[in-house]
């Protein structure tokens, strides 16, 4: 009864700690979704409007502009229709950037650490733009994931204010995975891909009337890998014009003075060339950046941010450097292809097994090139004894002349069975024939002379006949 007792008491003691423990559950994610409402609800957006507009024009020396900004579930602000505007009356051909509709939230969890970490979404251009961005102020190390689709150039008021009566259309695309460490440049690795799609200039008027050009479609790749940032591919499929780019930019501490060290090359179309003589005109006042295989090289040295383009011949050279470059690498690949083409394209050899071959040797059919096998000599039948023929007497036994004859047939049968032992390759079948023929000769010819010794052995014993 003591045990029953003690039993029911544990399971009511069990069971009151449980409803305590989903009571403090249930308090505390009350408690949380109180606090984030409240947040919502009484936040100072306005106050934290003017904080951020203080903080960009300190330190980035831009005015920001702002229609609205609320709070975005669970820890986020979202805003919509941000204009960004250089301080100065300088005029800058990059701006006005309108943005109109942008979202943040911040990682609670990366702030316990101390770092500060960003997820944003936004329509700028035409497009969109997502992904996040970590900084770990202490190693300054910074981590972005990017995701860029569909801007349009008409939209950049880059091309807006630079090239104002020429239309510049086209898609661009942006992916990337890049953790860059200002500290230990080394460290820093990634990749980064680049597309331009359906771009198209003119037809319009920039200084003079220019025809429709079309690049058409450019992709490009890049890794960051032992401190550089390299171009892995370039490539440009376009009606009008060929291009190349090559090269790789060493990574500083300071990003924005890491040091360029580019190759660009162009080259137009013959029928564009024939349709537009304004273009022939254009080149003619280039010609110092034209190399011997008719492309226009220019180089890109200096700072990533002022490049400093300068036209330079001797880059085919280095172009050339990188095509013997990519032959060779293919050179290697073939060998193994080919080989490993030619061992799954070649059949089985057939291996023909004749009676009376041993089987621990298989015969094998000989080709042109290989050499023909020497077959092993066949030894000679030993010539027959003459026994001297005695005449016939008193003393003479009759049997004798049997046992010779038995001796001789036994000698005859050990010749045939005794082969010698091949430890080459089986002879051809036309060889074996041969050998074969001999052997069946040399055992007749045992045959006939121990038929002869006998045939005399008879006679001799026999008496012979008077006359």
């Avoid at 890049?222 to 376009?238: A, C, E, L, R, W």
């Amino acid at each position: 009864m003591l045990k029953r007792l003690k039993k029911i008491k544990r399971f009511k003691l069990f069971k009151v700690n449980k409803l305590k423990i989903l009571k403090g559950i249930g308090y505390t994610l009350f408690a949380v979704v109180c606090l984030v409402l409240a947040l919502a609800w009484t936040f100072p957006f306005d106050q934290l409007r003017g904080r951020i507009r203080d903080y960009c024009e300190r330190q980035y020396k831009l005015k920001v502009d702002m229609e609205s900004l609320k709070s975005a579930f669970p820890l986020g602000v979202k805003a919509t229709k941000v204009v960004l505007n250089p301080l100065g009356d300088t005029p800058n051909p990059m701006y006005p950037i309108e943005i109109p509709y942008l979202k943040m939230s911040v990682g609670p969890l990366a702030a316990l650490m101390g770092n500060i970490k960003a997820n944003f979404s936004a329509e700028i251009f035409g497009g969109e733009a997502s992904g996040s961005v970590t900084v770990k102020p202490t190693e300054k190390v910074y981590i972005s994931k990017i995701d860029i689709e569909d801007l349009h150039f008409d939209k950049v008021p880059y091309f807006k204010n630079q090239f104002k009566e020429l239309p510049v259309k086209g898609t661009f695309e942006m992916k990337g995975d890049v953790e860059l460490h200002l500290d230990e440049p080394k460290n820093s690795k990634g990749e980064l891909g680049m597309i331009v799609s359906g771009m198209e200039i003119g037809p319009g008027k920039y200084g003079m009337e220019l025809p429709k050009v079309t690049p058409g479609k450019i992709d490009l790749k890049m890794d960051i890998k032992d401190g550089k940032i390299n171009v892995v591919s370039y490539q440009q499929t376009s009606p009008d014009m060929q291009s190349d780019f090559i090269g790789n930019v060493a990574l500083t501490k300071d990003f924005m003075s890491s040091r360029t060290n580019l190759d660009y090359r162009f080259k137009l179309t013959e029928s564009l060339l024939k349709k537009n003589d304004i273009f022939k005109l254009a080149l003619s006042a280039i010609k110092g950046a034209q190399g011997s295989d008719g492309y226009y090289y220019y180089s890109f040295r200096g700072t990533f941010s002022n490049p400093k383009p300068s036209p330079d011949k001797s880059g085919q050279y280095r172009f050339k450097d990188k095509g013997k470059a990519a032959k060779a690498g293919e050179k290697t690949k073939e060998p193994k292809k080919e080989a490993s083409k030619s061992a799954e394209s070649k059949p089985p050899e057939r291996k023909e097994v004749k009676p009376g071959a041993p089987s621990s040797a298989p015969p094998v059919a000989p080709t042109a090139s290989s050499p023909r096998p020497s077959s092993p000599p066949t030894p000679a039948p030993p010539p027959p004894r003459e026994e001297p023929r005695n005449e016939p007497s008193d003393d003479t036994p009759s049997h004798s002349a049997r046992e010779r004859r038995h001796q001789v047939e036994e000698k005859a049968v050990e010749e045939e069975t005794v082969e010698p032992e091949v430890t080459e390759e089986p002879e051809p079948p036309a060889e074996k024939e041969d050998h074969a023929a001999e052997d069946n000769g040399s055992a007749s010819k045992n045959q006939d002379d121990s038929a002869q010794e006998d045939s005399g052995a008879g006679t001799a014993a026999e008496p012979e006949e008077e006359p």
